[in-house]
């Protein structure tokens, strides 16, 4: 059974960085890429970036100067880090295991990560 | 980026009801055209690639159709568990862009 499950902190400050972990049972990381996913309250997701099953990276050219993504196929984990935090990075952050194309098959829970001092 | 206009923003029907749901991209994504459901509170499950492929468990009653920048999701006799927001999402080009929803109530 395919399971991607985030963690990290739900407050973080502004200026600070953002560190969350995708959890993935029931697939391969050497098989499938993980997108991160985010969706502020009320509005449309933003594709984040990508970690490639074979371990390349893509990143949304709107945040790729603040963002990281990397993993830890022993562990089944991909992490994501951002720094410069913001109030208009407010939301849910999902990870997501995606298709060759971009689509993305299936999701996590997501994280509730509110920027605020 | 290619930009992903939904109509409409909201939607009431009534259950058994056929309703449908557009998306238009800015330019031509040759069909890599994803739709989304999005229940409250739960994360956004895939229900619909490569503009009119079911995904796996996804109840026929739903499908897609489009070409070239304009696309629908269809629903056909609309049921109570259909109550979500819908988002469509090209795959063609990076970065991969979202519409912004369509919320989907019962009258």
């Known amino acids: 059974q395919v399971q991607l499950k985030e963690s990290g902190p739900g407050l973080v400050q502004p200026s600070e960085t953002l560190s969350l972990t995708c959890t993935v049972s029931?697939?391969?990381?050497?098989?499938?890429?993980v997108s991160w996913v985010r969706q502020p309250s009320g509005k449309g997701p933003e594709w984040m970036g990508r970690?490639?099953?074979?371990?390349?990276?893509?990143?949304n050219s709107a945040l790729k100067s603040r963002l990281s993504i990397s993993r830890d196929t022993s562990k089944n984990q991909v992490f994501l880090k951002m720094n410069s935090l913001q109030t208009d990075d407010t939301g849910t952050y999902y990870c997501?295991?995606?298709?060759?194309?971009?689509?993305?098959f299936g999701w996590g829970q997501g994280v509730m990560v509110t920027v605020s001092s | 980026d290619i930009q992903m206009t939904q109509s409409p923003a909201s939607l009431s029907a009534s259950l058994g009801e056929t309703v449908t749901i557009e998306c238009l991209a800015s330019?031509?994504?040759?069909?890599?055209l994803a739709w989304y459901q999005q229940k409250p509170g739960k994360s956004p499950q895939l229900l619909i690639y490569?503009?009119?492929s079911l995904n796996d468990g996804v109840p026929s009653r739903f499908s897609g159709s489009g070409s070239g920048t304009q696309y629908s999701l269809k629903i056909n006799s609309l049921q109570s568990e259909d109550v979500s927001i819908y988002f469509c999402?090209?795959?063609?080009?990076?970065?991969?862009?979202f519409g912004a929803g369509t919320k989907l109530e019962l009258k």
């Open positions: 330019e031509d994504i040759y069909s890599n």
């Open positions: 029931g697939f391969s990381l050497t098989s499938y890429s």
């Open positions: 999402q090209q795959n063609y080009d990076s970065p991969n862009t």
């Open positions: 490569y503009a009119n």
């Open positions: 970690m490639w099953y074979d371990g390349d990276t893509a990143y």
């Open positions: 997501t295991r995606d298709g060759k194309t971009g689509i993305l």
